[in-house]
């Protein structure tokens, strides 16, 4: 549990950092390319989904997904058995925390709030820290999920030669 609450706290102020970085050097909708025009930090304040993909009038929904998915991973944590799986969880919640923060407390207004976006790599979406980090941590948790599977049967297969 110690290292779940870690891992969510050092994603969400990594989050939180780099977002009140680029706030201080960028100006909203004017690129400033790091590699060419591949690789640019892109400003802009995103009220929809992960990755600036839509859902611009459900910002409410959003911020009540993500308060109940960081409540629930914190309820879930004493229970879980597979330090993968609790790895990859701790990153979705840090990353979820770290774009509530910005719901909560952003503008237009509380649980309305609109997340700051800035990386932009070739022609895919705008995102940020805590995108990275939800979208990393699903895939640890899955990898997580299969390796468990794995050991699971290794062992029950060596219950049975032993047998």
Do not use: C
Not at 26 to 50: K, Q, S
Not at 117 to 135: L, P, R
């Amino acid at each position: 549990m110690g290292l779940m609450a870690a891992i969510v706290a050092v994603v969400a102020v990594i989050d939180q950092a780099t977002k009140a970085l680029m706030l201080s050097i960028l100006t909203e909708g004017e690129p400033m390319p790091v590699i060419g025009d591949w690789f640019r930090f892109y400003l802009l304040f995103n009220p929809g989904a992960a990755f600036s993909m839509g859902g611009e009038g459900s910002t409410w929904l959003f911020t009540t997904i993500q308060l109940a998915f960081v409540v629930g991973v914190a309820i879930a944590a004493p229970r879980l058995q597979h330090k993968g799986q609790a790895i990859g969880l701790a990153m979705i919640a840090g990353g979820a925390l770290g774009n509530l923060i910005d719901r909560l407390f952003r503008e237009p207004g509380f649980w309305f709030g609109h997340v700051v976006d800035f990386i932009s790599i070739g022609d895919f979406a705008v995102f940020n820290i805590a995108d990275s980090s939800i979208t990393l941590g699903v895939l640890v948790f899955i990898v997580a999920i299969f390796l468990e599977e794995r050991d699971e049967k290794i062992a029950a297969d060596n219950k049975e030669v032993s047998a």
